[in-house]
């Protein structure tokens, strides 16, 4: 201080150089604090503008991981509907081998009854496979309704979904195939040419059924594979935005450290040397 006179009472060069150290202090744990977690906001004060509008960004980039495991929900229930859809389709094509095998008078009475037996069992398994494809327990067929969900896929600010559905047209359900649990009676049998005749036409209209079937879950799987594309796009930008704010230029934070600390280590010189000072009148006592 310009002017002081000499004093043991107070040392004001001793109290500024604390003062000092004390932000150098402050300044120092700082930059050691984001050197390792990596962030440049590691507290509110170091940029609380900033901090909120990190905090909305991350908040729209979880949102956004979230439809897209949503999305990928969606695909597998459509997954496994077509995967049972393929293996009816199977069954069925068989099962026009079997009428068509039968339909000819070149197969005897008991040879068509044979293949009448194979063929009743391929009509209990195809049962089988309506009545047990589900997705978490739901059932995924049923005769007179669709099976329909609405995938959420927005985020924090737009409501967003995608609708699949599975069944025939107009919600109807695999009645439109002529599969349920009565397929065993739907489609006659193949003991007599006549009942083999009838059963095969019945079978290549369940067979064009599932074909549309199909496709129509395949254009909802190509939808739901797309909206994960672009969601999954827009989740990155938003998480490079909020990196921009939030991550620590390391190079800038060591640099800022390496500063601090040389403050530090004259602070203390300069505090010792302050308080030495003091010391320093008593040679006016001799």
């Not at 069925?92 to 000819?104: D, I, K, M, Y």
């Not at 009448?116 to 309506?130: A, G, I, K, S, W």
């Not at 006659?188 to 059924?209: E, F, K, N, P």
């Not at 490079?240 to 991550?247: F, K, L, P, Q, Y």
């Amino acid at each position: 201080m310009a002017g002081q006179a000499f004093s043991v009472l107070n040392n004001f060069s001793s109290m500024k150089a604390q003062k000092d150290l004390y932000f150098t202090n402050i300044g120092l744990n700082k930059s050691l604090a984001k050197l390792s977690s990596g962030s440049r906001i590691v507290e509110a004060g170091d940029d609380a503008a900033g901090l909120a509008i990190a905090a909305g960004l991350k908040a729209d980039a979880m949102a956004l991981d979230q439809a897209v495991r949503n999305a990928n929900d969606g695909i597998a229930i459509i997954q496994i509907a077509d995967g049972a859809l393929n293996k009816l389709s199977d069954l069925l094509l068989r099962g026009v081998t079997l009428a068509e095998q039968s339909a000819s008078d070149t197969v005897g009475v008991n040879e068509k009854a044979t293949l009448n037996v194979e063929y009743m069992e391929l009509l209990t398994e195809l049962n089988r496979v309506v009545s047990v494809a589900n997705f978490k327990g739901e059932r995924l067929f049923s005769p007179n309704a669709a099976f329909i969900k609405s995938v959420y896929v927005g985020d924090t600010h737009f409501e967003s979904f995608i609708t699949i559905s599975i069944g025939g047209p107009n919600g109807a359900g695999t009645a439109a195939l002529g599969l349920s649990n009565a397929t065993a009676t739907s489609f006659s049998g193949v003991a007599t040419q006549g009942t083999a005749i009838q059963t095969m036409r019945l079978l290549q209209t369940a067979i064009a059924s599932i074909s549309r079937f199909r496709g129509v879950l395949g254009a909802q799987q190509n939808r739901l594979i797309n909206a994960v594309g672009i969601i999954q796009v827009q989740a990155l930008n938003i998480k490079a935005a909020e990196s921009a704010i939030t991550d620590a230029n390391m190079a800038e934070e060591i640099v800022n450290m390496t500063k601090w600390q040389i403050l530090m280590q004259s602070g203390i010189s300069s505090l010792a040397q302050a308080n030495a000072s003091s010391q320093m009148i008593l040679q006016l006592l001799r």
